[in-house]
């Protein structure tokens, strides 16, 4: 069975950094799309960032963008959020997910999703 185990949690200050992994396990694990959404209290899921195997391209939502970066292992099947200049708006809990999708920011698309990680940012 696929699962999505995700790590890196955590309390941190504004203007502070932290990373977020993902790791596919199981057989059968095909998805080319692996990234991230984030949801806040009271708010809607939201894209991240995403990176796909099949050109090798990062994608990121205009919030973090400049900010975060990707970066990915294609023989763990893993994929790290790297949040950099964190701001409070920021806190939310984190999703990985993985699919194949026709557009990386659609989370209706995505076949996997782990479990959540929270980030906080605060003083």
């Known amino acids: 069975q696929v699962q999505l185990l995700e790590s890196g949690e955590g309390l941190v200050q504004p203007g502070g950094s932290l990373t977020l992994s993902c790791e596919a396990s199981?057989?059968?694990?095909?998805?080319?799309?692996m990234g991230w959404f984030r949801q806040a209290p009271g708010k809607e899921r939201e894209f991240v960032a995403a990176?796909?195997?099949?050109?090798?391209?990062?994608y990121y939502s205009d919030s973090v963008k400049g900010r975060f970066s990707i970066s990915k292992d294609d023989f763990k099947n893993a994929i790290y959020l790297h949040a950099n200049s964190l701001k409070p708006e920021d806190t939310a809990v984190y999703y990985c997910?993985?699919?194949?999708?026709?557009?990386?920011?659609?989370?209706?698309?995505?076949?996997?999703w782990g479990q959540g990680t929270q980030v906080t940012v605060s003083s």
């Open positions: 997910a993985a699919g194949n999708t026709r557009y990386a920011d659609h989370a209706h698309e995505y076949d996997y």
């Open positions: 199981g057989r059968g694990f095909r998805s080319p799309i």
């Open positions: 990176a796909d195997w099949r050109c090798s391209s990062t």
